[in-house]
């Protein structure tokens, strides 16, 4: 865990009795609330509540995958996106990065991809939020698709 | 390998821009 922070991150922790403040500043209403911004300082995640290492680990490499795909690195981002699925396959970022891994390999040029992707959620996942999104892949529905 | 937090967000931004990484903000109320 502290491996894998230092090795990705720049970390910050704020108090609330400390700095209530930078918390008005940033919305945060809950704690923990874990914030991950990009280099350029945007937001690109944000979750409240505690999670075990695994869970919090997962939910990290989901936000270094999504920055990738926000900034259109579509291969980095699948990777990424898989390697939440092989490495914390038990989580509930699981889901959601093999659903995300099937967009961003459709967003590289791969046509199939979504159809595949949910042909994967009727073996993986299949009683997840992100099944039922992906179900609609099975069938044509171009203009649904961004 | 400990981790060494920064209290500062703005010196946290700053940093993750200069070094081309993301920042981790936690947001925490634990017992100080």
């Known amino acids: ?146 | 390998m400990a981790i060494s937090w920064i209290k500062d967000v703005d010196q946290a931004l700053a940093e993750a821009k200069a070094r081309g990484k993301a920042v981790l903000v936690d947001f925490n109320a634990a017992p100080m």
């Open chain 1, 1 to 146: 865990m502290e491996r894998f922070i230092g090795e990705n991150f720049i970390p910050a922790k704020i108090h609330i009795k400390e700095q209530p403040k930078t918390f008005e500043r940033f919305g945060v209403q809950w704690t923990p609330t874990f914030v991950i911004f990009d280099a350029d300082r945007k937001e690109r995640r944000r979750f409240e509540g505690f999670l075990p290492a695994d869970d919090l680990i997962a939910q990290l490499e989901l936000a270094l995958a999504h920055t990738a795909f926000a900034q259109g690195r579509w291969a980095d981002a699948e990777r990424r996106f898989r390697d939440v699925v092989n490495a914390h396959p038990r989580t509930e970022a699981a889901a959601e990065a093999l659903y995300w891994a099937g967009v961003s390999r459709y967003k590289g040029g791969d046509p199939g991809a979504l159809a595949e992707t949910a042909r994967s959620f009727k073996e993986q996942y299949p009683d997840s939020s992100w099944a039922k999104k992906a179900s609609v892949w099975t069938t044509e529905a171009p203009a649904n698709r961004g």
